[in-house]
């Protein structure tokens, strides 16, 4: 409320400045992204401008990789992914069906995944003239460097070992691809070890080797609220453990933290969300029982994986006194009452001077209406009647018992048993009550 008010110039129609007002920000905002070249005043340059072919920033170190099957694997992911490369994969495969006739196409896939830098090395000696098709197949260095750190494509990328030491959480990977029928298929991981293959000075490509999760099992997407799961403990696709740096996302990080009781003692699970995909935890952890840290957590967990009513919806559901879906989080500034009804904020600025004028100024008794104290301009009498109406609101709940607990959670849950947020709002009949 506070930045429409910065829209009225002119106080005898505040609707109108505050209608223009943000039209007039709106537009500009949208022209300013079809200005080319354009160079923002006082807005500072990203510091990843000018590194999208990318830079390693954390622990570099150089060291020669004894580990041959890794090597190939990695060179092969740099091959693979060669437009040059292209037109000589399907010859060494051709090559492999016409000498093993009786292998099956796995087989033959995988012993060309073994064998194809060896072929090409041998096949384009002395035939090549495409000076980067033939530094490809001379084989890089066996002197690689690693890093802890990567920046590419705008994004700082960690390796998990670096993720649990940092503040940042960025070792977390999205890679899409098309499956064998042309279907796009988005694989889930984390980065393990940042590589750098050097085939000469001024030719150096970057890889990820990542730790991917399984799509049949480890990988499920909720078919109610969207939200995909990945199980950190289901692994899979170890044959192929290298990725192009240039290729993949970046899944950003939060962290939330789930505590319950268990055989009387306080635990934790920790919870990784990573644009919309759930990592689940793999312990449970004892700790200490804070309860002031375990409200703030829990709620915050209660409230981030189901999407949030839109302020039509907490009006309607105010406004009937009816409870809050389970699950579901209120709009900013609302909270829930003990009874679990969408509570409103104290109005503001344009907004209570048009609920006070509108509504509440006619409900008073004539002898309030001559006291100056509650004048619709006399600020002080209003502000302490729209906070104690709030807070009356907030303690309110069903009669009959005492107060319940969690914002009525088992009470909201009975009261929606059968019913969808769409169906109450289309309603028109009596009352709903409890069932």
Not at 223 to 233: E, I, N, S
Request: net charge neutral.
């Amino acid at each position: 409320m506070g930045v429409l008010k910065k829209y009225v110039h002119n106080r005898a129609r505040p609707e109108g400045s505050i209608s223009k007002g943000y039209g007039t920000e709106e537009v500009i905002e949208f022209c300013v992204d079809f200005i080319p070249d354009l160079k923002p005043i006082g807005v500072p340059e990203s510091r990843y401008e000018g590194r999208l072919r990318g830079k390693g920033t954390l622990g570099k170190k150089s060291t020669t990789c004894m580990d041959g099957h890794s090597f190939t694997q990695a060179h092969y992911t740099v091959l693979h992914n060669s437009i040059l490369v292209a037109p000589y994969k399907e010859e060494h495969k051709d090559i492999l069906r016409s000498k093993y006739p009786e292998q099956r196409e796995d087989w033959i896939v995988g012993e060309h995944m073994k064998t194809f830098s060896g072929w090409l090395q041998t096949r384009l000696m002395n035939v090549t003239d495409d000076e980067q098709l033939y530094l490809l197949a001379k084989q890089p260095s066996l002197t690689i460097s690693t890093f802890q750190g990567y920046e590419i494509n705008g994004n700082t990328f960690y390796t998990f070992a670096q993720d649990k030491k940092s503040t940042n959480q960025n070792s977390g990977v999205r890679f899409d691809a098309e499956d064998d029928n042309g279907n796009k298929v988005t694989y889930y991981g984390y980065i393990e070890e940042i590589w750098e293959l050097d085939y000469v000075p001024n030719f150096k490509v970057p890889l990820f080797r990542c730790k991917w999760f399984n799509l049949k099992d480890g990988v499920q997407v909720d078919p109610q609220y969207g939200m995909t799961t990945v199980d950190l403990k289901n692994l899979g696709y170890d044959t192929e453990p290298f990725v192009l740096a240039s290729e993949v996302a970046q899944a950003r990080c939060r962290f939330y933290i789930l505590f319950f009781l268990r055989q009387g003692v306080m635990r934790y699970m920790l919870y990784l969300i990573e644009q919309g995909v759930l990592i689940l935890p793999t312990a449970l952890v004892p700790v200490a029982p804070t309860s002031r840290l375990i409200s703030a957590n829990l709620i915050i967990l209660s409230h981030g994986f189901h999407r949030i009513s839109n302020p039509r919806e907490a009006e309607a559901l105010c406004a009937s006194n009816y409870p809050c879906p389970p699950g579901y989080r209120v709009p900013t500034g609302w909270l829930l009452s003990i009874g679990g009804v969408p509570v409103p904020p104290v109005p503001l600025g344009v907004a209570r001077e048009m609920a006070i004028t509108n509504h509440y100024y006619f409900e008073l008794t004539p002898e309030q209406r001559r006291n100056p104290q509650w004048h619709p301009d006399y600020s002080p009498t209003w502000e302490s009647f729209f906070i104690n109406r709030r807070e009356r609101a907030l303690a309110r709940h069903e009669e009959g018992g005492p107060p319940p607990s969690n914002f009525n959670e088992s009470g909201r849950r009975l009261w929606w048993r059968g019913r969808t947020l769409q169906g109450v709002m289309a309603y028109r009949g009596p009352r709903l009550r409890y069932p």
